[in-house]
């Protein structure tokens, strides 16, 4: 028995090994999992031509998983992309769902309907939109030698398939499928007052997709060349009464985020942030969807914080860095680089960090689903929640003694951007060492980071990642 005992020793030995081994293994892929469920790192392509394409964000994997587990819902805002080629035209259409465009890079003529009017608005590079969920909209990349990106955010909450976005063409033919296809013809065709064969003829025409190239003519002239082109006249006839052609711009105008005119949300040394809710642009209070842009200098953090009013949704447009998530029960939920084209999204009340790269400036854009002035409440810096509570209950409350706090939570001079993790930099700044030239490094990283966005002709770093998304 005993020889036994001593022959089998082993065996149990390797038993523990292998146990241990397929218990760190399934740790490993816990924490994998993690920290995916915090990133749009997949992307499902909804209409592709020769002309363009659009792109909707999507996880890694399923969100089934995340409620099996008793996990988190990332909520009902869809994120996607809009890439037109020069000279291109997005047919008229709409969507189920409020759409918010921000323009990447380029230059745009949106025109949509909104009861009898024709509402015309030329976007640039940094321009905010709204279209209300079912108004026929078009649009054209005005730029001869450009690419037009737009990021866009959807509200899906209402939709008939929750988190589907659908598109409704009213003019097209073969391709795209117009509306009106789901109609008889011989009621349709009594509607336009026109005969059949006019009917057939107008909607076996077009077979380009949902995004074409425009003529030399009809881009000089934008929409009115394509009136005059497209069908016959008891079509144009109706296009026209569709429309009205009646332009107006009341009221829905365009915000811009790069507008040197309207100062930032905060600004220092190490950085800047814009925030727009519905007191700056009142477009946004139906939707409900607010918006942010962050530019962190080489080194940077955004201070740890959290949204107790909504849910942030994040596209990094230039440079690397790393964005930390914490879960409630203070272990992490995410630790990751991330660069250029990285999506991430950070549920409310979840506390994240945001840290620039040493090589280079970090900007991020995003939307947030509140529209509300969304007020972070910071967990460092010297605007934190620590400095606003009393020191003697931060002194209970870590067990430590109050001048221990005041020492700790006092330490840090700077508010929402903190300089970099630098302890040689910091003692030269409090020396007064150096500023100058840092102060030019600055200057020259914001004039750089400025003509990279305005910029015109090869395909930006951003929307060259997205289209390699499976």
């Known amino acids: 028995m005993g020889g036994l005992k001593l022959k089998m020793a082993p065996c ?8 241990m081994y397929i218990a760190s293994g399934l740790a490993y892929h816990d924490r994998e999992e993690s920290e995916s469920m915090f990133l749009l790192d997949k992307s499902k392509k909804l209409i592709k031509t020769e002309a363009g394409e659009v792109r909707i964000l999507q996880r890694g994997y399923k969100e089934e998983k995340e409620q099996e587990r008793g996990g988190i819902r990332r909520g009902h805002l869809e994120i996607g992309f809009i890439t037109m080629e020069p000279k291109s035209f997005f047919l008229p259409h709409f969507f189920n769902s409020d759409m918010v465009f921000f323009v990447e890079r380029g230059s745009a003529k949106l025109g949509w309907v909104h009861k009898n009017d024709l509402i015309e608005q030329n976007l640039k590079l940094g321009d905010i939109y709204r279209i209300p969920g079912g108004s026929v909209f078009y649009l054209i990349n005005t730029h001869k030698g450009q690419r037009l990106h737009i990021i866009f955010s959807v509200d899906t909450s209402e939709s008939l398939v929750p988190g589907k976005i659908q598109s409704f063409y009213v003019a097209g033919g073969l391709d795209p499928v117009s509306v009106l296809s789901g109609f008889d013809d011989h009621i349709l065709s009594g509607a336009f007052n026109v005969s059949r064969s006019e009917l057939e003829t107008l909607m076996g025409r077009q077979s380009q997709g949902p995004i074409i190239y425009l003529t030399e003519r009809q881009h000089e002239s934008k929409m009115s060349s394509w009136f005059n082109s497209y069908g016959s006249s008891q079509w144009r006839l109706f296009l026209e009464s569709f429309i009205n052609r009646k332009r107006t711009a009341r009221k829905f105008n365009s915000y811009n985020i790069f507008d040197k005119t309207k100062p930032p949300a905060f600004k220092n040394d190490y950085g800047w942030s814009v925030a727009i809710s519905n007191d700056d642009y009142s477009s946004l209070n139906e939707p409900d969807i607010g918006v942010f842009y962050v ?17 942030e949704y994040g596209i990094v447009t230039r ?50 689903t509140s529209a509300r002035g969304n007020r972070p409440q910071f967990l460092t810096g010297r605007n934190s929640v620590f400095n606003i509570m009393g020191s003697r209950n931060l002194a209970m409350a870590f067990n430590i003694s109050e001048e221990r706090v ?16 630098n302890p040689e930099k910091r003692q ?43």
């Open 319 to 368: 440079g690397e860095g790393r964005i930390q998530i914490a879960f409630p029960n203070g272990s992490s939920a995410m630790d990751m680089e991330v660069g250029t084209g990285s999506a991430f999204w950070v549920p409310q009340y979840y506390p994240v960090c945001q840290i620039a790269a040493r090589s280079g400036p970090l900007e991020f854009f995003g939307f947030t």
């Open 428 to 470: 030269q700044e409090e020396a007064g060492k150096g500023e100058e030239g840092e102060a030019e490094e600055e200057k020259g990283e914001e004039e750089a980071a400025e003509e990279e966005r305005g910029k015109g002709g090869g395909e930006p770093p951003l929307f060259n990642i997205l289209r390699k998304m499976h």
């Open 12 to 19: 149990g030995v390797l038993v523990l090994v292998l146990i």
């Open 295 to 311: 530019n962190l200098s080489a080194g940077a953090m955004l201070a740890h914080h959290y949204n107790p009013r909504g849910t």
């Open 406 to 421: 005041k020492e700790i939570f006092r330490a840090q001079a700077e508010a929402v951007i903190l300089p970099p993790l």
